[in-house]
């Protein structure tokens, strides 16, 4: 670990933000008492009584070492409240009414959570995080005030925690659904904050709240659905600190069915469903309330258009999530500088991934690296990010992307967005999925200095279980799974390169969970060019008719009729395609519209 230690001082003057606190997150982390679950779990299951033991033993402990507002524990309410709410699980879980206690831990568990709340309710989030933290907050107090009617302030929290949870579903959760920090893992966090309020809702029979609640728990739920593979795994796009509402069983932060299949009974959408029901199911409902069985419908390619996700499918289980939406909410804290980046599984497995977050504060040069453009599945331009940073948590520029197109059918998808993040450079992407069989990706590098030179950079970071061979400009993916899966890469032009644990660049690393940074490998093609210039990528998924080649191909056209085109042809074993990119020049548009208006 770090071997440093926070200062025991007023809370409001911890350090936290600071390397020498350590690792604030991970403090907090293990502060948050959520193996406590495990250990009540653990309790109900055998009912062997250590591990009421040794929870009434860490109660003990930490409200004796942790006193009344001091030291870092007391310094984030988004902590208070998540420790809270596993505090609130720890009573359900230990209190016996027919067991003469050796000591009186319940009561001192009801004081301590008491002083937690208050402070809680007097430091609310409105300013500092007025996001995902905010909602945390406002939970932990409303389920406080519906739970423990016993403590006289209930009645005060319950009613601060329903107002905060209904006005922020307005402005932190989209039209479609997406969360506004663009993080699937706020996102998870999100629908799982929702979810427990709603449960809580009804439980106790608030029924004010419910169908708003409702309204947001289908929302989060259809978009978490669509963000998720048919195996219920979500990419890693922006922040993952690695953290749970609730982490009864053990599940991997970005396996997703647990909370799916919650809000699929809770708003009885079967869609949402996916694979049989989870144990963590069981404990959040209850055992009488049977979620409704997966959907038949198959999940179809489909957009967030408001949050910025567009997402591919195909039949054989391909997964394409295009990120073409803002950076981020207000200052982006969670956010990367992955602008028009792209995520990958084929048949199931990841192949191209987003590196992950690694660490927020210990390590600045880390945490820049891995939310930087380069560590994303998008363009450089002459070595600079698209956004630039400015602290662990705020940025000092921001790109803005715009979508022109984006068009889905039972063959294939289509998207097309830009950004001006290299300004007075454009990167322009045209991504064209054809279902089972190819993703072709075309960048634009143009600007508004006539004939300025570039050096671009497309970067591929592979999940690290596939194994890569680089030859020319094309190289094979090959993965040992259920079944081998084969994948290939072919560019027209480019420098190909291939990077693992690459010092000198930062290339070829990744952070499957926080904490935690793996050796990877990261595909780069490089070309340098006068503006505008083209750089493609054709990834081949189908094995039965591999492609050999793809080469550029002259576009002719009327003087004037089109603006930037591209085509290439893509020579493979059995066939061969022709694709071709362009959009008509402004004076072609505008004759258009005017033929179109004298007829």
């Known amino acids: 670990m770090n071997r440093k230690r926070a200062p025991l001082v007023f809370w409001s003057d911890v350090p936290y933000l600071a390397p020498e606190c350590g690792d604030h997150k991970i403090i907090w982390e293990l502060n948050r008492h959520q193996h406590w679950i495990a250990l009540g779990r653990a309790f109900w299951l055998t009912g062997d009584a250590r591990y009421r033991d040794r929870f009434v033993a860490e109660l003990g402990s930490w409200i004796d070492r942790n006193p009344p507002l001091m030291g870092i524990n007391w310094a984030s309410m988004l902590e208070l409240a998540f420790r809270s709410l596993s505090w609130m699980w720890a009573i359900q879980f230990f209190v016996d009414d027919h067991k003469d206690e050796g000591s009186p831990w319940l009561v001192d568990l009801l004081l301590a959570l008491d002083r937690q709340l208050t402070h809680v309710e007097r430091n609310l989030s409105y300013y500092f995080s007025p996001n995902t933290h905010l ?11 519906r739970a423990l009617p016993e403590l006289a302030a209930s009645p005060r929290r319950e009613k601060i925690g329903r107002t905060i949870l209904l ?22 966090y999100t629908l799982d904050f929702y979810a427990l309020a709603l449960t809580i809702a009804r439980i106790t029979g608030d029924e004010g709240p419910i169908e708003r609640f409702e309204h947001a728990v289908a929302g989060l739920g259809s978009a978490a659905r669509l963000l998720a593979d048919d195996q219920g795994r979500i990419p890693h796009i922006g922040d993952d600190d690695g953290g749970m509402l609730l982490p009864i069983a053990g599940r991997e932060s970005d396996d997703l069915r647990d909370s799916l299949a919650v809000a699929a009974t809770l708003v009885a959408n079967p869609d949402l469903h996916v694979g049989p029901l989870p144990e963590e199911a069981i404990w959040m409902l209850g055992p009488s309330i049977q979620p409704p069985a997966p959907g038949a419908r198959p999940q179809l390619s489909a957009a967030l258009p408001d949050t910025g996700y567009f997402v591919s499918r195909s039949p054989s289980g391909d997964h394409l999530v295009i990120d073409g939406g803002p950076l981020g909410y207000r200052n982006g804290g969670h956010a990367h500088a992955d602008a ?19 660490c927020y504060t210990t390590d600045p040069a880390l945490r820049d690296r891995l939310r930087s453009t380069a560590l994303h599945n998008t363009l450089t331009l002459d070595n600079r990010p698209q956004s630039v940073s400015n602290g662990p948590f705020q940025w000092s520029h921001v790109a803005k992307t715009r979508v022109h197109a984006w068009r889905t059918n039972g063959t294939f998808d289509f998207f097309d967005a830009g950004h001006d993040g290299y300004h007075p450079a454009e990167h322009r992407r045209r991504v064209l999925s054809l279902h089972g069989d190819l993703v072709v990706v075309a960048d634009l590098v143009s600007s508004t200095v006539p004939s300025e030179m570039h050096g671009a950079a497309v970067h591929w970071h592979l999940d690290p279980r596939w194994t890569i061979d680089v030859r020319g400009r094309r190289a094979v993916f090959t993965h040992a799974c259920d079944r081998p899966v084969r994948v290939g890469l072919v560019v027209p032009q480019g420098l190909l390169e291939e990077f693992s644990a690459d010092e000198e660049t930062g290339l070829g690393w990744h952070s499957p969970v926080y904490g935690r940074v793996d050796r990877t490998t990261t595909v780069r093609v490089s070309h340098s060019g006068s503006a505008p210039f083209w750089m493609v990528s054709v990834f081949d998924l189908d094995s039965d008719n591999p492609v050999a080649e793809v080469d550029w191909v002259p576009v002719w056209a009327e003087a004037g009729a089109i603006a930037r085109a591209t085509a290439i042809r893509i020579t493979r074993a059995a066939s061969v395609d022709h694709v071709l990119f362009a959009e008509p020049s402004e004076d072609t548009e505008h004759l258009t519209a005017e033929n179109a208006e004298s007829a």
């Open 135 to 145: 909602l945390g907050e406002a939970l932990a107090l409303y389920v406080a005030g």
């Open 167 to 188: 006005a922020e579903i307005d402005r932190q959760i989209g039209a479609d659904g997406g969360h506004s920090e663009r993080s699937t893992h706020y996102h998870r």
């Open 340 to 358: 028009l980046s792209l995520t990958l599984s084929v048949g199931g497995v990841p192949l191209l991934i987003d590196p992950g977050t690694g």
